[in-house]
């Protein structure tokens, strides 16, 4: 499994971004939960938002709460993180990651694919 993320950049606060990240490398992600998770310098890898296949099975991190959305077009093996009213301490670089489950996953140690990474930057 191959994971793409895009979509970040330099956005002031309050603003908006929508990241991406478009898997490859199977036939099909059916059963493949994906999620989103952030780092930022100097602290440890923080749990952001995750969705299972169908979508019945979402999960956010107190962080993103009522701002952040997630969704996922399985029709192109790509999940979105739409991420609204944004604040500096979001400025992190996002990963994306994967992983075959039922329920959408939290503990990043469980996913087994990661993305490269895409740095969001919110200026005050």
Known sequence: VQLQASGGGLVQAGGSLR????ASGRRTFR???MGW???APGKEREFVSAINWSGSSI????S???RFTISRDNAKNTVYLQMNSLKPEDTAVYYCAAEFGIV?????????YWGQGTLVTVSS
């Open 19 to 22: 990241l991406s990240c478009a």
């Open 59 to 62: 999960n956010y991190g107190d």
């Open 31 to 33: 059963g493949v939960v």
């Open 64 to 66: 993103a709460k009522g």
């Open 37 to 39: 998770f952030r780092q």
């Open 104 to 112: 959408a996953i939290t503990d990043p140690g469980d996913y087994d």
